[in-house]
């Protein structure tokens, strides 16, 4: 290595790993521990390695090593993982990832770093070899969070009136939350996921069952199912991570559409992340602007109904190692016109 001071290594141990990403002010949820064991379920290869100065770990990077129709590639979803930005670190690691990727015959390299959009890092991955990935926002590169360390009545009056008024509304009709953490309830909140995608004509994520119950065995995973006259009317997934509560999936069945069972089932969870010593309420992905056209304004604005602010993070970029990439290319631009997100 250039850096005869710097050093990457493998890391096996899930506590220096977690110790590093939790540490950070966004933990990379999908560089967590957990997450790359939920990725193997379905036959991702996984590799795991640190970066260290002088014996000192300086940043963390997941891999996933992705054969898909669209091409071959390795992928560092929410990293590289930096407690502070330097141009040195991301180099020597960038230049370790393109050997792998040579070994590996991959046609190109995904990164997605949780970095705020300023010109000099997007310079500093431009100058690397990086260019935007042809993809929609992609891992809550815009997300919406809430901090919850407040009273209850505060977190209420800061919501809009409309959320307020469903969730009141939901509560007088006596809608009944279920809380499980039982992997024999997942099938009841699949059946209504899936009958949301097809509604909504989104493509649905897959391993919902492996993350609930990946997560769930340190407890951090919570199912929340919304039921009114023995009908499930909505379902929400949360995931504990550190000191932020994830809203990682939710569905309403069509029994649910026009009741505020939704409504109420984010406000049970959110005051249940806060009697559990949480400080931040992640709904996750949102539309990065307010245009109605979005796939995603809807939900948008549902989420924004509660109250909160907006985090952006760099759009995902590609590395090509390969020519094959410009196939992977186009078929994921196409996907994302034909999915109306190149609004």
Same mark, same amino acid.
């Given at each position: ?12 141990? #899930? ?24 990725? *193997? *379920? ?19 990077? @997941? ?10 590639? /390795? ?30 015959? %991959? ?19 431009? %100058? ?7 993809? &929609?926002?992609? $891992? ?12 209850? *009545?505060? /977190?209420?009056? @800061? ?16 809608? =009944? ?17 899936? @009958?949301?995608? *097809? ?5 649905? &994520? ?23 006259? #023995? ?17 990682? &999936? ?7 559409? =026009? ?34 056209? =979005?796939?995603?304004?809807? /939900?948008?604005?549902? +989420? ?5 602010? @907006? ?10 190692? +390969? ?8 078929? $994921? ?8 997100? =190149?609004?």
């Amino acid at each position: 290595m250039e850096n005869n001071s710097l050093k990457i290594l493998e890391i096996k141990d #899930k506590k220096i790993w977690e110790d590093f990403n939790l540490g950070c002010s966004n933990p990379a949820y999908f560089q967590s521990w957990t997450w790359g064991e939920v990725e *193997k *379920k379905r036959g991702t290869g996984v590799y795991r390695f640190g970066i260290f100065e002088r014996e000192k770990i300086k940043g963390i990077f @997941q891999i996933f090593e992705i054969k898909a129709k669209r091409g071959h590639f /390795l992928q560092i979803r929410q990293g590289p993982v930096l407690k502070e930005w330097k141009k040195e670190l991301f180099m020597e690691i960038i230049n370790f990832v393109k050997k792998l990727a040579r070994e590996k015959s %991959a046609s190109f390299i995904r990164i997605s770093p949780l970095l705020g959009v300023s010109d000099q890092e997007l310079l500093d991955l431009t %100058a690397a070899g990086f260019r935007m990935s042809p993809v &929609h926002n992609v $891992d809550a590169e815009n997300r919406w969070v809430l901090d919850i360390n407040k009273d209850q *009545k505060v /977190l209420l009056s @800061q919501m809009r009136k409309t959320t307020r008024y469903m969730i009141k509304k939901g509560e007088n009709i006596k809608i =009944n939350v279920i809380r499980s953490k039982d992997s024999k309830d997942i099938k009841l909140f699949l059946k209504i996921y899936y @009958q949301t995608a *097809k509604n909504k004509k989104f493509i649905p &994520h897959s391993l919902i069952s492996e993350e609930f119950e990946e997560f769930g065995k340190e407890g951090d995973s919570i199912l929340y199912l919304a039921e009114l006259d #023995k009908n499930i009317l909505a379902g929400t997934l949360i995931i504990y991570y550190g000191k932020e509560a994830i809203y990682r &999936h939710g569905a309403t069945s069509f029994e649910g559409r =026009n009741t505020p069972a939704s409504y109420l089932l984010q406000w049970e969870a959110i005051k249940d992340a806060k009697e559990k010593g949480i400080i931040r309420y992640n709904f996750w992905g949102i539309a990065r602007d307010d245009n109605p056209k =979005n796939p995603w304004y809807g /939900l948008s604005c549902f +989420k924004k109904g509660f109250g909160g602010y @907006q985090i952006d993070f760099v759009h995902s970029m590609d590395l090509p190692t +390969k020519p094959t990439y410009w196939i992977s290319f186009l078929i $994921d631009y196409f996907t994302k016109v034909k999915k109306g997100y =190149n609004i």
